[in-house]
């Protein structure tokens, strides 16, 4: 079970951390991952990081502005999200998968419930 937080509304410019906390004792063997829904849009990939932490990628549209980290030892992975823009806004989920690093949706098992992020300019 992923279980996210750290939504809210935020301006223009400000920060966010959202967390995702995972159940089990497996979270270590799993590839997480970020993506997000704006309203009337697809699901969209926003960034994976792989099982020891030690590589990630990013949508271009983040890079530079966000960062993914785990935290093994807690069962969590996090989002940092910095200069946040109004295209932000979209309501966020972390989903986890053990294959590869990927940014795509259709990969990953387990998705969470997901956690608002709005953006007001």
């Known amino acids: 079970q992923l279980v996210e937080s750290g939504g809210g509304l935020v301006q223009a410019g400000g920060s966010l951390r959202l967390s995702c906390a995972a159940s089990g004792r497996t979270f270590s063997s799993y590839v997480m991952g970020w993506f997000r829904q704006a309203p009337g849009k697809e699901r969209e990939f926003v960034a994976t990081i792989s099982r020891n932490g030690g590589s990630v990628d990013y949508a271009d549209s983040v890079k530079g502005r966000f960062t993914i980290s785990r935290d093994n030892t807690k069962n969590t992975v996090y989002l940092q999200m910095n200069s946040l823009k109004p295209e932000d806004t979209a309501v966020y989920y972390c989903?986890?998968?053990?294959?590869?690093?990927?940014?795509?949706?259709?990969?990953?098992?387990?998705w969470g419930q997901g956690t608002q992020v709005t953006v007001s300019s």
């Open positions: 989903a986890a998968n053990n294959y590869r690093l990927t940014s795509t949706a259709r990969i990953y098992d387990y």
